[in-house]
């Protein structure tokens, strides 16, 4: 006979209950974890990965390279994926095609005060040295940064949070650096019919003249690729970039000043065309006057050119008669 009594069983139920609840709850977030510790990269990404657990740290644990095999993270550890080709951030004014929505175009004043507008694009990679990406992760990838939308990305976000980052921590660097460049070269040294509307009487004189646009805007480029990598090294800390190389691609004039050189040159194009108008006319005078000396001289080949010009069909011609008559053929 058992000596259990029914509220001594109940407990015993109520009991056993709650501790399988409590291991059903334990394991399934640890069958998560350890599902969830297996990671993997395609071709043009590489990972982070930092440890995540309840009771580890938040390091870097290790960087796993890129088109991985599939890869054990630990227990709840975090991933941050980070471009691995190359990249590039392209300054526009094609609407849709720059790293910025809309019309972008960085505006710098040239050394004698014209903001120009220019136009390129930086080519650039992430360093995948394996302690390098640990240190651009702890300065870099620990914090958000905000979007032209206004919204706030981690870099490791997708595209999204990787354009805010170049956006608020790249884009100063080079409007910066193109900013020095331009500022040592005059507005007619990059685009030449800039001396059509400045206060340079022997270029309006002349007209439009060639200032060698092409091999300054060579050396501003090359300027900017020398100056760039040193000043990104110099604002981010340290080599996160590699083969870093800018194209400028267009220098333009604000629209106002783009304006006042279309009309110079309508207005050129107007002096040309009637200065061809006055050579015309006094080529044919100076050729009626010829004409007219050899007349002079040789009276016959006057005659001789009066009858030539006479119409077809002209029978009778009486030089020097009032009353001469002409009759035509029937």
Same mark, same amino acid.
């Given at each position: 006979m058992s000596t259990r009594t029914p509220a001594r069983s109940g407990s015993f139920r109520k009991l056993l209950i709650l501790a399988v609840l409590a291991l059903i709850v334990a394991a399934v977030p640890t069958a998560f974890g350890a599902f969830g510790g297996f990671e993997r990269t395609t071709g043009g990404e590489v990972a982070v990965v930092r440890n995540g657990g309840p009771l580890d740290d938040n390091r870097v644990r290790q960087v796993?390279?890129?088109?991985?095999?599939?890869?054990?993270? !630990?227990?709840?550890?975090q991933v941050?994926?980070?471009?691995?080709?190359?990249?590039?951030?392209?300054?526009?004014? /094609?609407? +849709?095609?720059?790293e910025r929505t809309g019309v972008d175009v960085v505006v710098v004043p040239s050394s004698d005060g014209v903001n120009m507008g220019i136009e390129g694009t930086l080519y650039f990679g992430l360093n995948l040295d394996h302690d390098t990406l640990g240190a651009f992760d702890d300065k870099f990838g620990t914090r958000k940064f905000r979007s032209i939308? !206004?919204?706030?990305?981690?870099?490791? /976000? +997708?595209?999204?949070?990787?354009?805010?980052?170049?956006?608020?921590?790249?884009?100063?660097?080079?409007?910066?650096?193109?900013?020095?460049?331009?500022?040592?070269?005059?507005?007619?040294?990059?685009?030449?019919?800039c001396s059509?509307?400045?206060n340079n009487s022997s270029a309006q004189q002349a007209g439009l003249q060639p200032q060698g646009n092409n091999a300054n805007i060579a050396k501003i480029q090359d300027a900017v690729n020398t100056s760039l990598a040193e000043d990104l090294k110099s604002t981010l800390g340290a080599d996160f970039l590699t083969d870093i190389h800018f194209n400028l691609s267009k220098v333009t004039l604000p629209k106002q000043v783009q304006e006042a050189v279309d009309q110079a040159q309508a207005a050129f194009a107007k002096v040309t065309e009637a200065?061809?108008?006055?050579?015309?006319?006094?080529?044919?005078?100076?050729?009626?006057?010829?004409?007219?000396? +050899?007349? /002079?001289?040789?009276?016959?080949?006057?005659?001789?050119e009066k009858l030539k010009a006479l119409p077809q069909g002209i029978t009778v011609y009486a030089p020097g008669n009032g009353g001469g008559i002409a009759i035509p053929t029937r």
């Open positions: 796993i390279d890129p088109g991985s095999s599939v890869t054990w993270t !630990g227990w709840w550890s941050h994926r980070y471009p691995a080709q190359q990249r590039y951030y392209t300054i526009t004014s /094609d609407s +849709g095609h720059g939308d !206004g919204r706030t990305y981690y870099p490791w /976000d +997708g595209d999204e949070g990787w354009s805010a980052f170049l956006d608020q921590i790249i884009r100063p660097v080079i409007d910066n650096d193109l900013r020095a460049q331009i500022n040592s070269f005059r507005c007619a040294e990059l685009v030449s019919s059509l509307v400045q200065q061809a108008r006055v050579a015309q006319a006094r080529a044919e005078a100076e050729a009626n006057k010829a004409r007219q000396d +050899g007349y /002079d001289k040789c009276p016959t080949c006057a005659e001789i």
